[in-house]
């Protein structure tokens, strides 16, 4: 069946230090992924988009990266800050230019 | 505004009663969805409308859940008889087109709470 994984529930960074979450897939096939943040009471908002055929995206602090071979996005938060702490969402099409699917999330708790 | 519009933003019911929730999406956006989020859970993809296309109701729970959209504007999810199990924060988003390379844009949700 097909399925997507968030690494742990919940994860704990100390301010500063570099945060690294991952999203891994079996049996997709997906042409684009996703990653969004969400507040507690807030519904997500985006943060960046991936293609397959691309192997790493940048924005400010965060970068994405894409293994079509592994299956697996990393997303990365650089210089990470207390106001980083949110819940992130990873979100792909299963078979490629379809709907979104989204993960279950991971708490990430940046500690100052 | 700018952004997609819920409403009512809590919603407390009754077991057994019907209620409305409503979505105002980013205009121009053709592409418009509906999820679930219980408490502490993922999205959960209810339905979404493209255009005037047939709208993808794959993952409608119950025939109890039904949604409209009026062209490519105000959408509204409606539950009938709710049940204790349909409380959770109801998301709506809106997208430029519904392929996997258009970011969504969410509401804030409408949180249900079935008594």
């Not at chain 2, 053709?30 to 993809?45: C, D, H, I, P, S």
Request: aromatic share 8%; glycine share 8%; net charge neutral.
């Amino acid at each position: 069946s097909q399925k997507i994984e968030q690494n742990s529930e919940a994860l704990n960074i100390q301010e500063g230090k570099t945060a690294t979450l991952t999203c891994n897939y079996t049996n997709y096939s997906p042409a684009y992924l996703q990653w969004y943040r969400q507040d507690p009471g807030r519904g997500p908002v985006f943060l960046l988009l991936i293609r397959e055929n691309e192997k790493e995206k940048r924005k400010e602090r965060l970068k994405v990266t894409f293994d079509t071979t592994l299956k697996q996005s990393l997303f990365h938060i650089t210089a990470s800050q207390p106001a980083d702490s949110a819940t992130y969402l990873c979100a792909l099409d299963m078979f490629g230019n379809e709907k979104l699917t989204f993960g279950t999330g991971t708490r990430l708790t940046i500690i100052p | 505004g700018a952004g997609v519009s819920q409403s009512p933003s809590n919603k407390v019911t009754e077991k057994g009663k019907d209620v409305e929730l409503r979505c105002d999406p980013i205009s121009g956006h053709t592409a418009l969805y509906w999820y679930r989020q219980r408490l502490g859970q993922g999205l959960e993809f209810l339905i979404y409308f493209q255009g005037n296309s047939a709208p993808d109701k794959s993952g409608l729970p119950s025939d109890r859940f039904s949604a409209e959209r009026t062209g490519e504007s105000v959408s509204t999810l409606t539950i009938q008889r709710t049940q204790q199990e349909d409380s959770a924060v109801y998301l709506c988003a809106s997208s430029l087109g519904h392929k996997g390379n258009q970011p969504q844009h969410f509401g804030d949700g409408t949180r249900l709470s079935i008594l």
